[in-house]
């Protein structure tokens, strides 16, 4: 194996974890340097993310560590979204330094590897590791903010991953008992032979476990709950890599997964669920029961992981819809998985502005609330445009980048015949919709609320201009990365 090829398979994870263990010991040894951990920090993941591009400008497709680990298109060009969303993490980590505990910088970084993991996977047991190493962290960051109800959030948390990695670890031992083997590809290789599904009932209810346990960790509708008082109960930038980076890089991890082991038995025949049904009821529930109770949220935390519920059931209906058509024309199925990468990178840009506005909005307050925007575009009116624009690109309006990545959604929707689906996904964009101009006329209508305390920093600032650029270069130039989503995804296709 070349140099460039063991750097493109290792490097960005070790990039990340050297540096994350450096600036953990930085911050501890001298926690009033907060600029040279902040640089080392930035630096690192930068170098990370130029890692990632180089892999993916000399075309590599690196499967190491026995099958379990690929650094591929695939797993590129999600890291790169990921790995941005944590650079704008650590922007906002600057801009609330005051309040940041010491030590939780480098604990991102760590966290920020385990993403790496999640979406270089091939193996069930790598994906368990990797969502193991990306959550531990944040568990720990949550674990000493008390002040925002912490320690509860994580031991929430920490109970219904344990039980999700519990149901994904049996679920793996199972099929591996009849597939000799935990790996993606081997896995449906094994399932790719059987006629019917129900003349092997272990490998129904393994198929079940690992469904249900990658449910616990994805936050699906009705194993939400915890999920959300553990994004409230994070301090913001830790929220934002867990709400932004942790769900981008699992729900590829879980299209992977679904695809590339499961694709042969998409429909079960007489007498059992495929998961293409158990995907299509999900994401329907999720997004209704998300993006209602969005509507009502009155703090921005517990709002933005409501409407995170209904992101998560959209990839739900799309993969679903994206299942049905495996063995179908194969650049049908490759454009409907191209959907879903660029939804997801989409996602994590416009979830980095969301969180412009829970930096803004803490002040001195522990919980922000929606009330604390009220005016916010009379004393900062760049920063309530970017927040007004991540709104609307979440709502999938023209010019946004939103808009493109939820219409291939909706065409692949339609390509698997689903009319009454693409209904139901359309008038639950409506909720997201009539909640965010609710904000924004907050925001750009309403006199500046009296004694509101509005905290913004340069590192804010950046994060707002950068955010802003991104939503509008890929709302209006949408094929671009359309065309890298599509080079991205070689080793899918009809079967």
């Known amino acids: 194996m070349s140099f460039p090829a063991i750097y493109g398979a290792y490097g960005v994870l ?72 944590v650079a704008f993490s650590l922007l906002m980590v600057r801009h609330s330094k005051l309040t940041w505990i010491s030590g939780s910088t480098g604990l991102v970084l760590l966290s920020a590897s385990g993403l790496v ?90 198929i079940s476990l690992v469904l249900c346990g990658l449910g616990m960790f994805l936050a699906v509708v009705p194993l939400h709950m915890p999920s959300l008082d553990l994004a409230e109960g994070m301090p913001s930038p830790a929220s934002l890599v867990f709400t932004g980076g942790l769900m981008a890089s699992g729900l590829a991890a879980f299209t992977r997964l679904v695809l590339v ?89 416009s979830w980095s502005g969301l969180f412009l506005a829970v930096s803004t909005a803490e002040g001195s307050q522990s919980k922000a609330t929606v009330g604390a925007l009220q005016g916010l575009a009379r004393s900062h009116p760049w920063l309530a445009t970017a927040i007004g624009l991540s709104l609307l690109c979440m709502a999938g309006m023209p010019l946004t980048a939103g808009f493109f990545s939820r219409l291939y959604l909706m065409e692949s929707i339609l390509s698997a015949g689903w009319i009454g689906t693409a209904i139901v996904v359309a008038l639950s964009l409506g909720l997201v919709l009539v909640m965010s101009l609710g904000l924004i006329v907050a925001m750009f209508m309403r006199p500046l609320k009296e004694g509101a305390e509005v905290l913004v920093s340069f590192p804010l600032t950046v994060t707002a201009w950068l955010v802003s650029l991104l939503i509008l270069a890929l709302g209006l130039w949408p094929g671009g990365i359309v065309d890298v989503a599509l080079n991205s995804i070689g080793f899918f296709g009809a079967s």
């Open 117 to 206: 993991l999640v979406t270089m996977s091939l193996d069930l047991v790598a994906l368990l590791a990797g969502y193991t190493v990306a959550l531990a962290p944040l568990l720990g960051i949550a674990a000493v903010n008390d002040a925002s109800g912490g320690r509860e959030a994580a031991l929430k948390g920490l109970i219904l991953y344990a039980i999700g990695a519990s149901f994904l670890g049996l679920g793996a031992a199972l099929l591996a008992s009849r597939a000799g083997t935990t790996t993606l590809d081997g896995i449906g290789a094994y399932l790719g032979q059987i006629d019917w599904i129900g003349k092997d009932p272990i490998s129904v209810v393994s």
């Open 14 to 85: 070790a990039i990340l974890w050297f540096s994350g263990l450096m600036v953990t010991t930085v911050e501890i040894r001298w926690p009033h340097r907060t600029r040279l951990s902040f640089l080392l920090s930035l630096s690192s993941v930068c170098m990370a993310m130029v890692a990632s591009v180089l892999c993916w400008r000399e075309n590599l497709s690196v499967v190491v560590a026995d099958g379990g680990l690929v650094e591929d298109g695939f797993s590129v060009f999600v890291q790169v979204f990921v790995l941005a969303g």
């Open 261 to 349: 082991a499961l694709g042969s038995v998409g429909t079960s025949g007489p007498g059992y669920l495929s998961w293409v049904d158990i995907l299509h009821v999900a994401g329907i529930t999720a997004l209704v029961v998300g993006n209602s109770m969005a509507l009502v949220q009155k703090r921005l935390k517990r709002l933005i992981a409501c409407l995170l519920s209904g992101q998560v059931g959209l990839v739900l209906v799309a993969l679903a819809a994206t299942g049905s058509m495996v063995g179908a024309n194969a650049y049908v199925l490759q454009r409907a998985t191209a959907a879903i990468l660029v939804f997801l990178g989409v996602h994590v840009v």
